[in-house]
């Protein structure tokens, strides 16, 4: 049974501890899904359940937020948000309001410094010292430490340094095989991490392939607007040329389709 | 995430009769009618100077049904000041519960100023609603031009006029990114979030610290594009036209009439 579910925007549900990408081009809507499965907004069609049952329609007079707390989002920018005087209170921040005892969040936001990759010697120090990347990287601890039953991440990794965008699903350890994370990102190659991926068109979901074979459907995601490696980039222009391609595969398969149309061609 | 209903204080491009009037017109209309409504002393000018801001309201009726909304939640605000003053104002006593003694001067008092307090948002708003904040800014500059020679800095003072009207939607939207982020973080931003420090924080450092961003951004980007480098002229020369000289005259007319209603009918 899927511990999250959209009913709305035909369908999107992420079992208990897997990895769930939303791939969409910009603009396509991956914020507003994003607070929706958050629920910070309530859909427009079709309603988010939590285990089965939607939280927001319990909702009693005059009160305000009796949003699920065991469902967090890492809203896009999230560096921009810490205010807390050191990195160790802003980090702290999520488990306290959750009213974790001390000493608990105390093992929460050590564990989650390291996983992203901070050292003890941050942790007196103000967030407004840190650059821009270690300040995303504080603001992603501070929803690790919440230890979320589902996380959703909009482009977590947009304006990260290269090296920490290759890391990034190693920051997510602590939650691995635990919470349920929907990751939404416009990058494909970042969605071929996951297990398995949804394609965000129009503010409709629709499951696509995982893993390597998302590539194969490179025309698809051509078409959504999906920035795509490098490879069916130039397959992309040299169909458009009248090259004739073979309408999937994966990028090494195309590489090779490439250069061997590229030679009959030229061979006359 | 633009919400249909025009928000206080943001510019809705139309094609109205308010839209057409020059922006000196307006600017000087808005003056002339707060200065209604203040010098209104007496029901009779109240009057005059409300059915001045509903003529000029229907200029731009397009607008009223949205901007009402906008202004409803001023309602609450506004009577609440008024209980208040009601309270503590000293004078003869209308009625009293427990300790509380509500005043017959406070009563009249509160009326006043909250019917003046609200003819003056709403004229001020339909002057923003329906003209751009440039434009508002060319005015206030022909408007305060004379400041100039007293060395005054005009232009720079307009400028950051101008920029804080149009960035008051962008605040409205910044504070709705914090309080969504914040909220995903657990905070509880509801009512009781006002009396924890820690709440506000959370909502208020952020705040500042995107705006102290912005304004530098802005401040290099201008520098960058010779912002204050030679004198600044106008892409749209503005011109009276007889709309402007009509305006003028009914504005004039029901001046004449509040002042003489309000200085010699006055008991």
């Not at chain 1, 049974?1 to 369908?11: A, K």
């Not at chain 1, 490439?258 to 061979?267: D, Q």
């Not at chain 2, 020369?237 to 003028?248: G, I, P, Q, S, Y």
Request: hydrophobic share 50%; with cysteine.
């Amino acid at each position: 049974m899927p511990i999250l579910e959209h009913t709305g925007r035909q369908g999107l549900d992420v079992g208990p501890g897997e990895i769930v990408s939303v791939l969409g081009a910009p603009g396509s809507g991956k914020t507003e899904l994003a607070l929706e499965l958050a629920f910070l907004k309530v859909p427009s069609h079709g309603e988010v359940l939590l285990r089965g049952i939607n939280p927001l329609a319990q909702r009693r007079f005059f009160q305000l937020s009796s949003r699920p707390h065991d469902v967090t989002l890492l809203v896009q920018n999230a560096e921009d948000q810490l205010f807390a005087r050191t990195v160790y209170d802003d980090v702290a921040f999520g488990p306290r309001h959750l009213g974790v005892a001390e000493d608990e969040v105390e093992r929460r936001v050590i564990a989650a410094l390291e996983a992203v990759g901070l050292g003890v010697g941050v942790r007196a120090r103000s967030p407004f010292a840190l650059s821009g990347g270690e300040r995303r990287r504080v603001a992603l601890a501070g929803v690790l430490a919440m230890e979320p039953v589902v996380l959703v991440l909009d482009e977590p990794t947009a304006n990260l340094d290269p090296q920490a965008r290759n890391e990034f699903l190693r920051f997510l350890a602590p939650l691995r095989g635990k919470s349920a994370i929907v990751w939404l990102t416009d990058s494909a190659r970042e969605a071929t991490l996951a297990d398995r991926i949804y394609l965000l068109q129009n503010g409709m979901l629709q499951p696509v392939p995982a893993r390597e074979a998302l590539l194969t459907d490179w025309r698809r995601l051509a078409e959504a607007g999906i920035e795509l490696p490098a490879v069916f980039q130039l397959a992309r222009a040299l169909d458009e040329r009248g090259l004739i391609l073979p309408p999937e595969g994966t990028p090494e398969a195309m590489r090779q389709a490439i250069i061997n149309a590229w030679c009959e061609s030229h061979a006359g | 995430m633009l919400g249909s209903t025009p928000r206080f204080l943001s510019y809705q491009a139309g094609e109205s009769i308010l839209h057409r009037l020059d922006a000196r017109t307006k600017l000087l209309g808005t003056a002339v009618v707060v200065a209604d409504a203040l010098i209104a002393s007496i029901p009779a000018g109240m009057a005059v100077a409300y059915a001045l801001g509903l003529l000029i309201g229907l200029g731009a009726i397009h607008l009223l049904p949205a901007l009402w909304r906008t202004l409803r939640p001023l309602l609450v605000l506004i009577a609440l000041f008024g209980v208040l003053i009601v309270i503590i104002t000293p004078g003869h006593a209308l009625f009293r519960v427990g300790f509380i003694v509500a005043s017959r001067p406070g009563l009249d008092l509160a009326i006043q100023l909250g019917l003046q307090s609200f003819l003056i948002i709403y004229t001020s708003s339909l002057l923003t609603l329906t003209t751009p904040p440039l434009a508002i800014a060319g005015a206030l500059d022909w408007t305060l031009g004379f400041l100039r020679h007293l060395r005054f800095p005009v232009q720079d003072v307009i400028a950051m006029v101008a920029i804080g009207l149009t960035f008051v939607p962008l605040l409205i939207e910044e504070t709705r990114k914090v309080i969504v982020a914040q909220r995903a973080r657990g905070a509880d931003l509801g009512m009781n979030a006002m009396l924890d420090e820690n709440a506000m924080a959370a909502l208020l450092i952020p705040l500042l610290l995107a705006n102290l961003r912005r304004g530098e951004e802005l401040a290099e980007s201008m520098d960058a594009r010779l912002y204050g480098v030679g004198e600044r002229t106008s892409l749209h020369e503005r011109h009276f036209r007889r709309d402007d000289l009509l305006a003028a005259t009914v504005l004039a007319v029901f001046t004449a009439a509040d002042v003489a209603i309000s200085f010699w009918l006055h008991p």
